[in-house]
């Protein structure tokens, strides 16, 4: 029985049709405007986008600005926080629109997870925030917390615009979720591949570092600003804040392994010795690469040419990030103003001069 | 762990034991401090049984060996230095990538089992081995002048003349109102002999590379040695402060009496730690008579006493490398919150960390019965410790 489940797996695998789970993140690169008069065609001309995907563009034709900039911001963040290491987070090709990096993408890396869960975190978060700003017809702000109890009337209100985090959840999770295809099998039943199970996980402990982040912020008001009268509402912290916390979640992720159960994919620790983990955790199954030599097929850059520090107790420190391979000192004179005086008034005179400047580049 | 290093030493004791091991005087650490060897027999004093026992120390270079016949009485001193240097290197560095540790190759000679204890370090000319070098070379000025002033080192005793040490004179720094006008002192208590302590340090660490520079080896690493053995006195010697009492009516101060007294020994490490962190020096792979700093247009100026000296730029110390004695990060515990050299980013060089849940019983609730007795709860505590991957 196993053997056959596992045979129709292989073959389905080869007839997947070629979009990544997360290919819909190369959104964030076409810089045309989406097409309002033409929905339809405009979805069907969307690449990366899986056929459930597709669907979701269609009947949320209005959300697709949101998704757009969600995807482009999870890249940009993504970027952000691995600008030192090894993999730097290239994984979309500016030339060509489509998302490179076999490994990231499909063998359940950390890099993985981290791509998952702040891309599904991008979506809900860019949705919410274009919600509050009224940039959408559906929705608006979260006025469920705006309760007019005598509990709290004393202290404060909720009147303010709450960020309807709960609503970007909700879209983050059709839209984002529905990139992953459950399979078919010969006796159709479906089953979701292992791969799926662990993206899906780490889609929603991204979504729920959200949830966790909302703040309540008030403002006063009364004579002279006296506090007589409180509104509140909750906001979200900025998006860099959202992708520091998921950074964290990277370092200290899980190395999981998924184990058949009733076709519903269970998530199980790969050594019981250390802490289960938890729905906020990421997760993932396969080793990283080191990401040391370029190997395109694979989609690794390699870092023959990047920057690197001489600190030694750094992230980007040349030792590790050139993989020992060594580096090279570039000096360059670069023009620089000095000896600047103020003269009243209003002038500034400054000799001109040459600084000296050092970087290192990986060999 | 234990056997397979042992096994490991029975291999390189079969293969390479035509060459004696390397020099390392660490390996001091391993003689105890009440070693029955070191005591005087009943009786005379047997100049050919400590001869015999100096010889079978393995780690000591042969400058080393004459001196350790010679002062016998010193050598636990010595061993307890290096014990106290290791200690405060390793609380130095806890919370960075090199933690003061090394993979030790273990040896067997005809005289024992030989560790070469951070031989691997301290054989490089990197950072660390500067480091090393200079608080271990502190260490034994301190425990030799210790060993002084308690009176069981035959050889010295306090200093007899203070005056002629350099101090620091608290008072001039900050004067307090009641002792302006009254600084008239006599010496008088038990000083600290630092300069006995500088002298023999100086002759059981610096003679043989000195010797061996100038027998034609024209080596770096010796010079370099001998600079980082000048830096740890140093961070010793600058230091020396001068304590005093008042006397009088009431302690009123109309005369007192001072003496010196040097640095505690974790001060002096962490006035060695700064200059590591601070004042480090790489010089040129070359030389003729002295250190030239590497850097272009600062090599006519000498190097001070505050400088550490190396060659090498450091290893990362994130992945393991036997050939280097490097053990690697994996499996150091790193702290989550942390922005310091200990956050999981920096110490598992960016591999990620492992969570494991312990439980940790304290006391608490405690309350006083009378009389006379303390209950407490058993407290039961979930803390998480993360180990890097």
């Known amino acids: 029985m196993a053997t056959t489940l596992k045979a129709t797996i292989f073959i389905f695998l080869l007839l997947l049709p070629f979009c990544y789970p997360i290919s819909w993140l190369a959104l964030g690169l076409t810089n045309s405007r989406l097409d309002r008069g033409r ?40 970027q952000f926080q691995f600008n030192k290491r090894r993999w730097n987070c290239s994984i979309i090709d500016p030339v060509s629109l ?37 940039m959408n017809d559906r929705c608006g702000c979260d006025y469920s917390k705006n309760d ?47 791969d799926s199970v662990i993206n899906l996980h780490n889609n929603r402990a991204g979504r729920q570092v959200l949830e966790k982040a909302l703040r309540r912020e008030c403002k006063c008001h009364g004579m002279s600003g006296s506090c007589e009268m409180k509104t509140c509402w909750d906001s979200l912290p900025t998006f860099r804040e959202i992708g520091l916390q998921i950074k964290d979640k990277f370092d200290g992720a899980s190395e999981v392994r998924v184990v058949d159960e009733e076709k ?31 190997d395109p097929s694979r989609g690794i850059l390699g870092t023959r040419g990047r920057q690197c520090s001489l600190s030694q107790n750094a992230i980007d420190d040349c030792q590790i990030l050139c993989c020992g ?29 040459k600084k000296r400047t050092e970087t290192y580049f990986c060999l | 762990m234990r056997a397979a290093l042992h096994l490991l030493g029975l291999f390189f ?56 016949a010679e002062h016998p009485f010193a050598i636990p001193y010595v061993a307890r230095g290096v014990r106290e240097a290791i200690r405060e290197c390793e609380l130095q560095f806890k919370f960075e990538r090199w933690n003061c540790s090394s993979r030790d190759e273990v040896t067997t000679t005809p005289h024992g089992r030989f560790q070469d204890i951070l031989g691997k370090t301290l054989r490089a000319t990197t ?66 002999n630092v300069p006995y302590g500088i002298k023999f340090a100086r002759k059981f660490l610096d003679d043989w590379h000195h010797q061996q520079f100038e027998e034609g080896d024209k080596d770096v690493a010796h010079l370099i040695r001998k600079h980082n053995n000048f830096v740890g006195r140093e961070a010793i010697a600058q230091n020396i402060r001068k304590q005093c009492r008042c006397h009088g009516v009431s302690g009123s101060c109309e005369f007192k009496t001072c003496w010196l007294q040097m640095p505690k020994f974790s001060n002096v490490a962490e006035t060695l730690k700064k200059r ?71 110490l598992c060089c960016g591999r990620g960390y492992n969570t494991r849940l312990v439980v940790q019983r304290t006391q608490c609730d405690c309350k006083f019965v009378w009389c006379c007795e303390v209950k407490c709860k058993q407290c039961t505590e979930e803390v998480s410790i993360h180990t890097c991957k």
């Open chain 1, 264 to 294: 519903k994919g269970q998530i199980v620790m790969k050594n019981s010795q250390f802490k289960r983990h938890t729905n906020a955790d990421l997760v993932y199954m396969a080793p990283s690469p080191d990401f040391c030599e370029a």
């Open chain 2, 276 to 346: 590591y962190d601070h004042f480090s020096v790489q010089v040129t792979k070359r030389a003729n008579k002295r250190l030239r700093r590497k850097e272009r247009n600062e090599r006519k100026i000498p190097l001070r006493g505050n400088e550490m000296a190396y060659v090498q730029r450091s290893p990362s110390y994130c992945e393991a490398n036997a050939t280097a004695g490097v053990l690697g990060t994996t499996g150091r515990e790193c702290r989550h919150n942390s922005l310091n050299s200990d956050s999981c980013d920096l």
């Open chain 1, 148 to 194: 007019t109890s005598a509990q709290h009337r004393s202290q404060y209100q909720y009147q303010g615009c709450s960020d309807n985090v709960k609503y970007g959840i909700a879209i983050s999770r059709e839209f984002v979720d529905a990139a992953e295809q459950k399979q078919r099998l010969a006796n159709g039943t479906t089953i979701t591949h292992p």
């Open chain 1, 98 to 134: 489509k998302v490179v990096g076999d490994v990231v993408l499909r063998q359940g890396t950390r890099e993985s997870a981290f791509v998952h869960a702040i891309s599904s975190a991008a979506v809900a978060y860019r949705v919410t925030r274009d919600c509050a700003r009224g």
């Open chain 1, 39 to 78: 929905p339809a065609v405009t979805c069907r001309n969307l690449t990366g986008l899986t056929r459930k995907q597709t669907r979701f563009c269609k009947r949320n034709f209005e959300l697709m600005d949101s998704v757009q900039n969600a995807a482009f911001n999870a890249a940009a963040e993504c």
């Open chain 2, 13 to 68: 004791g079969v293969s390479a034991r035509d060459s004696l091991p390397p020099y390392n005087w660490l390996t001091l650490a391993f003689v105890g401090h009440h070693s029955s060897d070191f005591r005087q027999p009943h009786g005379v004093t047997d100049r050919e049984h400590f001869r015999d026992i100096c010889r079978r120390l393995d780690g000591l270079n042969p400058v080393q060996k004459t001196l350790c």
């Open chain 1, 325 to 353: 391979r060594g580096f090279e000192k570039k000096v360059e004179l670069v023009d620089d103003m000095c000896n600047c005086k103020f003269h009243y008034c209003c002038r500034v005179d400054c000799t001109p001069c």
């Open chain 2, 127 to 192: 950072k660390e081995a500067a480091f090393l070098t200079a608080i271990t070379s502190a260490a034994i000025v301190h425990a030799i002048t210790k060993g002084c002033n308690t009176g069981n080192l035959t050889e010295c005793g306090c200093d007899s003349k203070p005056g002629m040490q350099r101090y620091v004179d608290t008072e001039t720094i900050n004067p307090s109102p009641v002792s302006i006008g009254r600084d008239q002192f006599s010496w008088g208590g038990c000083s600290d």
